[in-house]
C-alpha cells in the first residue's frame, strides 16, 4: 500500500516563527510536491521535487523554501510565517510526472 | 496555462441515484487527467488515473472518460451510497504540473 505521511496532522505557530513541514514517502518516487489548499483559492502548487537536491518553484513559492536531502523525504520551510500562511498543506509524490500522485493526510497550520 | 474548471459546484442527490460530475481543461496537451476524493479535513484520495491515449478507466462504482479534443472528462457514480458524499476534485498534468479544479462537493442523503 502506498503511504504519504506528514509530520503533524494540527500546528499553531506564531509570527515570524521558522516552520518546517516534513513528508516522508515510502514508495521509492522520484517526485514529490508542496501544496497548499485554501477556500475559493482550491489547491496551488508551492514547489516540486524531480530528484534528491532537485527542486522546482510552482505557482506561489514567495515565503517558503524546500529540502530534498534524502528521497524519501521533503521538507517545505516558512522561514518567516506570516499570518497569510495560515492554510491546509498538502506533500504528494508520484513516480514519474506522468503516473498518478498520492497524497498525505495535510497538515492544518494556523499563524497567530 | 492550464485551467480547469469543475461543474457542478454542489450536488446533492438521494441514495441509488446514478449521476455525473463533470471537468473541462482548456489545453489538450494534457499527459492525464486525475479524479481525486476529499473528506473534510482530510487529504486526497485518488480514485481514478487516465493516461491521454486511454479514453476511460473504471474501478468499482466509477467510470471515468477523457475527451481530449473537446477538453473533457466525466466522473460517472453508479447507485449512489451516503458514504459517496464528499468533495470531488480533477486535476490535469500537462509540462509537469498538476492543475486542480475547485471541486464538487457532493451529499448523498438517504
Known amino acids: 500500500d502506498v503511504k504519504v505521511t506528514q509530520s503533524s496532522r494540527y500546528l499553531v505557530k506564531r509570527t515570524g516563527e521558522k516552520v518546517f513541514l516534513e513528508c516522508v514517502q515510502d514508495m521509492d518516487h522520484e517526485n514529490m510536491f508542496w501544496y497548499r489548499q485554501d477556500p475559493g483559492l482550491g489547491l496551488r502548487l508551492i514547489y516540486f521535487?524531480?530528484?534528491?537536491?532537485?527542486?522546482e518553484k510552482g505557482d506561489i513559492p514567495e515565503g517558503y523554501s524546500v529540502s530534498r536531502e534524502k528521497k524519501e523525504r521533503f521538507s517545505l520551510i516558512l522561514e518567516s510565517a506570516s499570518t497569510n500562511q495560515t492554510s491546509m498543506y498538502l506533500c504528494a509524490s508520484s513516480r514519474a510526472l506522468r503516473y498518478e500522485q498520492y497524497f498525505g493526510p495535510g497538515t492544518r497550520l494556523t499563524v497567530t | 496555462k492550464q485551467e480547469v474548471t469543475q461543474i457542478p459546484a454542489a450536488l446533492s442527490v438521494p441514495e441509488g441515484e446514478n449521476l455525473v460530475l463533470n471537468c473541462s481543461f482548456t489545453?489538450?496537451?494534457?499527459?492525464?487527467l486525475q479524479w481525486f476524493r476529499q473528506d473534510p479535513g482530510k487529504g486526497l484520495t485518488s480514485l481514478l488515473l487516465i493516461q491521454s491515449s486511454q479514453r476511460e478507466q473504471t474501478s468499482g462504482r466509477l467510470n471515468a472518460s477523457l475527451d481530449k479534443s473537446s477538453g473533457r472528462s466525466t466522473l460517472y457514480i453508479a447507485a449512489s451510497q451516503p458514504g459517496d458524499s464528499a468533495t470531488y476534485l480533477c486535476g490535469g498534468t500537462s509540462y509537469g504540473k498538476l492543475t486542480f479544479g475547485q471541486g464538487t462537493i457532493l451529499t448523498v442523503h438517504p
Open positions: 521535487s524531480y530528484d534528491v537536491k532537485m527542486k
Open positions: 489545453d489538450s496537451a494534457i499527459y492525464n
